[in-house]
């Protein structure tokens, strides 16, 4: 069974860097087409994709956040971490990640994380 | 970019009929569509990808068409469980970056 899981803080200030941090189950990040994605989603408002990662280490980001954006993955502990620099209340949201297989959109997902900036 | 434009935001209707949702594309994406339903409080659910392939265990009932820059998703007959919000997203392959439209809500007439 494919699982995916979010986790970070639920309040972040503003200019901080949140840090998200996915956990899956289920697949492996080393097999070959295997991709994973953040997306995130401000209350009320529509989807917005930020980053993906795939096997191969590739990362694609966002045009509008990719100076702000950093994706990695740990194989290993079947783990993909977003990060974003110099948050602002706008970027209050829910994140959520998903994985992207066999075709290329998002299959599977995780029940997003909440997070607030606020001062 | 390519942006995604929706309509209607929303539609009214009624168990047993017929859904139509339109989601239009800036300019061509071949058929790199996919549709969401996303329903309160929950993560979103892949029906559609690739403009016309129903994702695993999505219902007969969910059929989508189109390509290059206009697209549909078709509820045949919907059930009670279908009223939620659907959205579009494309892609491209090279680099990979998705879009999403803004959103069609379904709801109960």
């Known amino acids: 069974q494919v699982t995916l899981r979010e986790s970070g803080p639920a309040l972040v200030k503003p200019t901080q860097t949140l840090t998200l941090t996915c956990t899956f189950s289920?697949?492996?990040?080393?097999?070959?087409?295997?991709?994973v994605s953040w997306v995130r989603q401000p209350p009320g408002k529509a989807l917005e994709w930020l980053a993906l990662?795939?096997?191969?280490?590739?990362?694609y980001y966002s045009t509008s956040l990719k100076t702000r954006l950093t994706i990695s993955k740990d194989t290993s502990k079947n783990q993909v971490v977003l990060t974003m620099t110099n948050m602002d209340p706008v970027d209050t949201a829910t994140y959520y990640c998903?994985?992207?297989?066999?075709?290329?959109?998002?299959?599977?997902w995780g029940k997003g994380t909440t997070v607030t900036v606020s001062s | 970019e390519i942006v995604l434009t929706q309509s209607p935001a929303t539609l009214s209707l009624s168990p047993g009929e017929r859904a139509t949702l339109s989601c239009r594309a800036s300019?061509?994406?071949?058929?790199?569509l996919a549709w969401y339903q996303q329903k309160p409080g929950q993560a979103p659910r892949l029906l559609i990808y690739?403009?016309?392939n129903r994702a695993t265990g999505i219902p007969a009932r969910f059929s989508g068409s189109g390509s290059g820059t206009d697209f549909t998703l078709t509820i045949s007959s919907l059930e009670p469980e279908d009223f939620a919000v659907y959205y579009c997203?494309?892609?491209?392959?090279?680099?990979?970056?998705?879009?999403f439209g803004q959103g069609t809500k379904l709801e109960i007439k």
């Open positions: 289920g697949f492996s990040l080393s097999t070959s087409g295997m991709c």
């Open positions: 997203q494309q892609r491209s392959n090279w680099p990979k970056m998705y879009t």
């Open positions: 690739d403009a016309s």
């Open positions: 998903a994985r992207n297989f066999p075709v290329l959109d998002m299959d599977v």
């Open positions: 300019q061509s994406v071949s058929s790199y």
């Open positions: 990662i795939d096997w191969d280490d590739d990362k």
